[in-house]
């Protein structure tokens, strides 16, 4: 079965909520910032898995989101991209982060890692004016 995830390009007043993955072996992202994401369940949606994805790695409630694309990872999985719009802007890092931080959309690809930006679908780099 083909795993999926999505991913959460949080947007509030220009600034975008970036994240830092705790270390751990397993993981190309350990210990490196990046825009957060959340694999789904069993069944659950797009906008399900982004709400409870982003209440659990930054403590927020989302409001709306807006599809901006998809694309399949090389380990096969399916990462649905969306422009999010936080309920709540009091950030808190949890479940597999370690740190949570708003910063200038215009300086997100100085804070996340060149390895997570390269895995990055062309049309997120476009967004990021990358």
């Not at 479940?95 to 930006?117: A, G, L, M, Q, Y």
Request: charge should be neutral; hydrophobic fraction near 40%; aromatic fraction near 8%.
């Amino acid at each position: 079965m083909n795993r999926k995830a999505v991913a959460a390009i949080v947007l509030q007043a220009g600034k975008v909520l970036i994240a830092k993955k705790i270390e751990c072996d397993s993981s190309i992202l350990s210990g490196k910032w990046h825009i957060p994401g959340e694999t789904l369940k069993e069944k659950e949606d797009d906008l399900r898995g982004l709400k409870r994805g982003m209440k659990e790695e930054a403590g927020i409630e989302l409001l709306a989101a807006r599809f901006l694309v998809s694309h399949i990872t090389s380990k096969g999985t399916t990462v649905n991209w969306y422009e999010c719009i936080p309920l709540t802007i009091d950030i808190r890092p949890g479940s597999d982060v370690s740190e949570v931080k708003w910063v200038p959309k215009r300086d997100v690809v100085k804070f996340c890692d060149s390895e997570s930006i390269f895995l990055w679908p062309e049309k997120i780099r476009e967004y990021f004016d990358l």
